[in-house]
């Protein structure tokens, strides 16, 4: 892991949206660390969509790490996050292909991914019962 390898963090309390930048070369199991580092300083995170911007990302997530921090997600949320999204921003095919799988670990989420932060910003500012069913990516 490089010295500024990392992940940035913002909240916008506005949208109620976190938003997380993973930057550089950084394993999956010391990214997730940081970010629930990071959550557990948020109070209620669970009323924020996740906004995840991996365009600068340079390291691999093993399913394994992403499993861990969904199961750490659960303990937490409790089911309290019904309702919230997830908006990831990649042009990395695998993080598209793995789209099944963070639904599957955030059940009570719904998430896409996106090629531009612009998209992502103008889906979670729909509202979610306007919002048409995503097949997999935009």
Do not use: C, N
Not at 108 to 122: G, K, Q
Request: aromatic share 8%.
């Amino acid at each position: 892991m490089s010295a500024h390898a990392r992940v940035a963090f913002s909240i916008d309390e506005a949208r109620k949206t976190l938003i997380l930048r993973y930057i550089g070369d950084i394993s999956g199991d010391r990214l997730y660390a940081q970010v629930l580092d990071y959550i557990h300083t948020v109070e209620a995170p669970w009323l924020y969509d996740f906004l995840v911007d991996t365009r600068r990302f340079d390291g691999v997530i093993q399913a394994a790490d992403t499993e861990h921090i969904g199961q750490l997600w659960a303990g937490l949320a409790q089911g309290r996050d019904k309702g919230r999204r997830i908006a990831v921003v990649s042009t990395d095919p695998l993080i598209h292909a793995r789209k099944s799988l963070r639904d599957a670990i955030f059940p009570h989420r719904r998430s896409a991914v996106f090629t531009t932060m612009d998209e992502a910003l103008e889906w979670l500012a729909e509202p979610a019962d306007a919002q048409a069913p995503i097949d997999g990516t935009v």
